[in-house]
C-alpha cells in the first residue's frame, strides 16, 4: 500500500491567501465577458479590466476518485451596472460530485440551481457552512463592501462544466437595490433539460 502523506495548509484569514497554494487563479473582468446582463456596463468596464476573483488551489492531490481538493475563493467587491461581482459559475463535470463552502469573511450569496431551472439563493457569512448537493450548478457572489472569502472542499474528481452556464445563462440575477441584495429570476436564462450523468 503506498499512502499519501498527511498535509495541512495556513489560510491567512487576513485576506484569505494560501500562500503555500499549489496554484493561484486569477479572474479578470475579460475572462468573464458575456456572463453579467448589463452589456454596457460590462463593456464599459472592461477597458479597466479589473481584477474579480482569485482562487488558491491549497495542495497538487491527484484527482482521483476519493481525493478531496480544497480552495480558497477570494472575489473582490465590485459591480456591473447592478449585478454584483461573481464568479463563472458551472456544474460539476461529474455532475452527481457534491461540495461544501465555508464563509470566513466579508459576506457573499451561494446562487445554486438545477439544469430545469430552479434556483435557491444561500446568504453566506463568515461561519456560514452551505452545502452544494449533487446536480446544482453553482455561483457566488460579493454583495459586501469588503472581499467575500470561503473555503471550497470537493471530490477531486468533480471536474467542471462551465460550458453549459457560459451557454444558458443563471437562472437568477443578484442586482444591488435600496434594501439590499435582490434575487431576482434571469429573463435571458435558456433552461437546459439535461439528463443527469454520473
Ligand atoms: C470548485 C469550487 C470553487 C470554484 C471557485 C471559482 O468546485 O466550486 O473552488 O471553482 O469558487 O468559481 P468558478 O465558477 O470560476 O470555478
Ligand atoms: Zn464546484
Known sequence: MKYLEPLSRQVRLSDGA???ADAV???RLSD???LFADEAAESELIASNPLVYRVYDAAALPKEDGQLLFSTTVIQS???GDEFFMTKGH???RADRAELYYGLSGQGILLLQTPEGRFEALEMVP???AYVPPYWGHRTMNTG???FVFLAAY???AGYDYGTIARDGFAALVLAGADGPRVVANPSFVPTARAPKG
Open 18 to 20: 494560501i500562500p503555500e
Open 25 to 27: 487563479q486569477e479572474r
Open 32 to 34: 468573464l465577458a458575456g
Open 78 to 80: 465590485g459591480r456591473v
Open 91 to 93: 456544474y460539476h463535470a
Open 127 to 129: 461561519g456560514t457552512a
Open 145 to 147: 463592501e469588503e472581499p
Open 155 to 157: 471530490p477531486a474528481d
